[in-house]
């Protein structure tokens, strides 16, 4: 099974709505990070949100949200009143720590696309 | 300069050419990472060096050689590659590796064509 996918490979969202990508995971360890970043065609990685797997409440930041459901092993960004600027491409990733080492897992993606 | 640069933003060179690619972050940072991104695939995890020390080598095919002469800066120097390594190679950093919580944080990336 992928650690981390991501189901949506493209989306078009009117502007000033708000949008929801996708993300499931799969691992066993109990303790755990879920990282969102977005890529615009310039190609920097932005990060935008964390979430902890211990973390009681989503996370947000500013437009941005995580809606965080441990039980179904998903980690869904939301962003609020969409704008053109949010067009890029989305990467859902997770990192996980073992025995001193560390794995930070990437999904392959969602491209949004923000229609005026 | 803040945040993590690379340079340069884009290279174009032959099978036989040597290049290096140049990353540099002012965070303060401990730990630094070479990732390749190829077309329609998840980012690859290529080098990992933690404290000037290498941590990680997932694998990597030998024709590509990295190098850290401090915790500011890393190298990732090219030799005899093939076209199927024209990707996005993107550096990264965080305060240290191998703790849960740390973000990494992203360079622009190099943009490598081999022809």
């Known amino acids: 099974a992928q650690k981390i996918t991501q189901t949506q490979p493209g989306m078009f969202v009117q502007e000033k709505e708000a949008v929801t990508l996708d993300c499931t995971y799969d691992?066993?360890?109990?303790?755990?990070?879920l990282f969102w970043y977005k890529q615009p065609s310039s190609g920097e990685m932005i990060f935008l949100i964390y979430q902890g797997s211990y973390d009681e409440q989503n996370a947000t930041e500013g437009r941005y949200s995580l809606n965080f459901q441990k039980a179904r092993k998903s980690a869904n960004l939301v962003i609020s009143a969409s704008q053109l600027g949010d067009s890029a491409m989305y990467f859902c990733?997770?990192?996980?720590?073992?025995?001193?080492?560390?794995?930070?897992?990437f999904g392959t993606g969602t491209r949004l696309t923000i229609i005026p | 300069e803040t945040g993590v640069t690379q340079t340069p933003r884009h290279l174009v060179m032959g099978m036989t050419n040597k290049k290096s690619l140049k990353c540099e972050q002012h965070?303060?940072?401990?730990?630094m990472y070479w990732y390749k991104q190829s077309a329609k695939k998840p980012l690859e995890l290529m080098f990992v060096y933690s404290l000037e020390e290498r941590v990680e080598n997932n694998s990597v095919p030998s024709r590509f050689s990295p190098e850290c002469p401090n915790s500011s800066h890393l190298f990732l120097h090219l030799h005899t590659l093939q076209p199927e390594d024209s990707a996005l190679y993107l550096c990264?950093?965080?305060?240290?590796?191998?703790?849960?919580?740390?973000?990494?944080?992203f360079g622009p990336g190099t943009r490598l064509l081999v022809l």
């Open positions: 965070l303060g940072h401990n730990a």
């Open positions: 990733a997770m990192r996980e720590v073992y025995f001193g080492n560390e794995k930070l897992t």
């Open positions: 691992t066993s360890d109990q303790s755990y990070g």
């Open positions: 990264a950093s965080s305060q240290d590796w191998a703790v849960r919580q740390e973000t990494q944080y």
